[in-house]
């Protein structure tokens, strides 16, 4: 296998319309979700070599849930549990899950399936404590009314759309700088206290859904309430300050409201009148006691009956597992949004652009803790079902690898690769490759150290088959492109070449990045600002004030990537040979994305390439273009002697 330099690259690599097989090679999709026919590599055929497997982190799926809601209910047997939802992540040779657990809040054994459920027919009537938690499950914890137009922050927390702080420009932030990432507003909760962009700030369409679905299941119950005579008696009380539970101190006040412990609480949250983390007691008026224990029953079953039709994610199409909103207010199963992620960057409902990193860490991308407690809440035994069901598939995923690998050069997303196909175990891989989804992975050679060491670095790129020329010997020439940059965990040998287990490799989120640069440049913005009103209009062409690079740290990207574009724009005046229009024809004209100039930069620079690997280790826009001014700062020292420089 032999990587063609651009430089040597015929006619066919520019005039495209000289490929024979152009329009005969037709380009397959994108996987489908849950397709993984093209990652089931014969085990008994692959030697491992080098064993790097973490852990999965099933942090969530472990750790058991909170005390939910309980009821003193009789306990179904236990039977091989066939939970809605857990055989879109089970495959036929996956083990079932034969462990069954009770709910606390429905008396359905969970072997049944979910269209035949009630959804939680209760025996016995709530306690003031569960009566409490369910009423708070749809209060908004700023005015403690019932939810209206829920917004789920970037943080996982939800308040009320007329709840949210008053917005302010955001300062020091010059990246990616959108119309709608210009006004932000501070966290107004505390445990938080970041600084959140209005475009990561949508109305929850899931949350809203099942709120209003609540509430209209509670005024059915109020009208029910007025035909009959039952009421309640209502010991409210409220902690005093710096306190969240009961005590001796607290201010408390009673009512006697219309309904049973469930309607009677929901009229008082309602109204206003029962703060957020209020606590209630009851003491029963009426004497019809069985009537209101029926009346809460029935409205309770129909609540969690009306909330479930809305808690099913509309990728796998079972309950939310780990939900999680995204910017435009869609939710769907974190598992499910890291599958999307693998494929496109857009919401898969209204296609809009998600600036979540594809990597979903909990840190930067916590869940929806509000859809989160009332899933747990309501259908616990259901989460656990599908926590054992989704750990499953895990294990059985990890015992595969994922891709074949070439280990030849240094390519980058986004950008053409050349190929010279000719060993007979790479012909045969890229055949494998081309009835399949046309990828495999790419990564650079390196000479080991140590007897333990690999013979390839362990950052790689994902390359995606765009065209193909066959010779009459079996030899190829190969385009591809750049989808995405992995980290090999493990890997092995199929059929002489190399395979590998990988885990994708992405930027921290947006609001991670803009946060990344205004604690970078808080200090320096001012300086740089007053002396970008002093440059003069022909700035592109003249040499850059910078001489150290320490001050790179201190400009904003946008300024970083001022200067790489124009040191590229004087590098075409000078002609240099790596910048001829035959290499634009390849690689295009000099981007004014941020994201997009580092890897275009690095392919078209004649830098080392164990320099230019520097970039596929670091996971944030602003770092790579660093990384490529101190490339500039480098040349521009060098005073035309390139000898003396380390990176060229």
């Known amino acids: 296998l032999v990587a063609i330099p651009p430089s040597l690259l015929p006619c066919w690599t520019i005039h495209t319309s000289q490929w024979s097989l152009e329009n005969t090679i037709r380009r397959r999709p994108l996987l489908q979700l849950g397709d993984n026919s093209h990652r089931h590599l014969n085990p008994s055929t692959i030697s491992v070599t080098t064993e790097r497997e973490e852990e999965p982190d099933f942090a969530d799926h472990n750790t058991r849930r909170s005390e939910p809601i309980r009821v003193d209910l009789p306990k179904p047997a236990t039977r091989a549990s066939t939970e809605a939802g857990g055989d879109d992540f089970m495959s036929s040779d996956q083990p079932r899950v034969v462990e069954s657990r009770p709910s606390a809040l429905t008396s359905n054994p969970v072997h049944e399936a979910e269209d035949e459920k009630d959804h939680g027919t209760v025996e016995r009537p709530l306690v003031g404590d569960q009566v409490r938690d369910v009423i708070r499950l749809i209060q908004c914890r700023k005015c403690s009314r019932p939810l209206q137009e829920p917004v789920t922050l970037p943080c996982g927390r939800s308040l009320c759309k007329h709840c949210l702080p008053e917005t302010h420009t955001r300062e020091n932030i010059s990246y990616p700088a959108t119309p709608n990432r210009l006004?932000?507003?501070?966290?107004?909760?505390?445990?938080?206290?970041?600084?959140?962009?209005?475009?990561?700030?949508?109305?929850?369409?899931?949350?809203?859904?099942?709120?209003?679905?609540?509430?209209?299941?509670?005024?059915?119950?109020?009208?029910?309430?007025?035909?009959?005579?039952?009421?309640?008696?209502?010991?409210?009380?409220?902690?005093?300050?710096?306190?969240?539970?009961?005590?001796?101190?607290?201010?408390?006040?009673?009512?006697?409201?219309?309904?049973?412990?469930?309607?009677?609480?929901?009229?008082?949250?309602?109204?206003?009148?029962?703060?957020?983390?209020?606590?209630?007691?009851?003491?029963?008026?009426?004497?019809?006691?069985?009537?209101?224990?029926?009346?809460?029953?029935?409205?309770?079953?129909?609540?969690?009956?009306?909330?479930?039709?809305?808690?099913?994610?509309?990728?796998?199409?079972?309950?939310?597992?780990?939900?999680?909103?995204?910017?435009?207010?869609?939710?769907?199963?974190?598992?499910?949004?890291?599958?999307?992620?693998?494929?496109?960057?857009?919401?898969?409902?209204?296609?809009?652009?998600?600036?979540?990193?594809?990597?979903?860490?909990?840190?930067s991308c916590p869940s929806n803790e509000h859809l989160k407690t009332i899933i747990q809440t309501f259908w616990a035994d259901a989460v656990l079902t599908r926590g054992d069901a989704l750990a499953a598939e895990a294990l059985n995923r990890h015992r595969e690898f994922d891709i074949p690998i070439f280990v030849c050069t240094l390519s980058f997303p986004m950008m053409p690769t050349f190929l010279h196909v000719f060993e007979p175990r790479y012909r045969l891989m890229i055949r494998r490759a081309l009835e399949g989804d046309r990828t495999f992975g790419m990564v650079l050679p390196q000479r080991p150290r140590t007897a333990n060491d690999t013979h390839f670095v362990e950052y790689g790129t994902l390359l995606r088959i765009v065209n193909a020329e066959y010779f009459a010997d079996g030899r190829s020439l190969i385009e591809t492109t750049g989808i995405s940059r992995f980290r090999i965990t493990r890997h092995g040998i199929l059929d002489g070449y190399l395979v590998g287990k990988i885990e994708r490799v992405d930027d921290i989120s947006i609001a991670e990045e803009e946060d990344l640069e205004a604690n970078e440049t808080q200090q320096a913005l001012e300086r740089y600002e007053s002396a970008a009103t002093h440059q003069s209009e022909d700035s592109s062409t003249s040499r850059p004030a910078m001489t150290t690079p320490e001050d790179l740290s201190k400009m904003p990207t946008s300024e970083l990537l001022s200067l790489g574009v124009s040191f590229v724009e004087r590098m075409r005046q000078q002609s240099v040979p790596w910048l001829a229009q035959r290499m634009l024809t390849i690689y295009g004209e000099c981007p004014n994305d941020p994201a997009l100039f580092p890897w275009w930069f690095a392919s078209i620079l004649p830098a080392k390439e164990y320099e230019k690997y520097k970039l596929l280790e670091t996971r944030s826009v602003r770092e790579r273009l660093k990384i490529c001014c101190g490339w500039i700062l480098e040349w521009e020292s060098s005073s035309w002697s390139l000898s003396d420089c380390r990176i060229f």
């Open 183 to 363: 006004q932000g507003f501070d966290c107004p909760y505390q445990e938080c206290g970041r600084n959140h962009a209005v475009g990561d700030c949508g109305v929850d369409v899931i949350l809203t859904k099942a709120v209003d679905n609540f509430k209209a299941e509670m005024e059915k119950a109020r009208e029910t309430i007025t035909t009959a005579e039952v009421s309640t008696h209502v010991v409210i009380q409220r902690p005093s300050a710096g306190q969240t539970g009961t005590d001796m101190d607290d201010e408390t006040t009673s009512r006697v409201v219309k309904g049973g412990p469930l309607v009677a609480v929901y009229t008082l949250a309602d109204s206003g009148e029962l703060d957020y983390n209020s606590n209630v007691t009851f003491a029963e008026v009426s004497s019809l006691g069985d009537e209101a224990t029926a009346i809460d029953n029935r409205t309770f079953s129909k609540v969690k009956e009306s909330v479930r039709t809305e808690m099913d994610c509309q990728v796998c199409y079972a309950l939310f597992y780990d939900p999680l909103t995204t910017v435009c207010g869609h939710t769907f199963c974190r598992s499910c949004l890291h599958r999307v992620l693998d494929h496109s960057t857009y919401c898969p409902i209204c296609r809009r652009g998600l600036s979540v990193s594809p990597l979903l860490y909990r840190e």
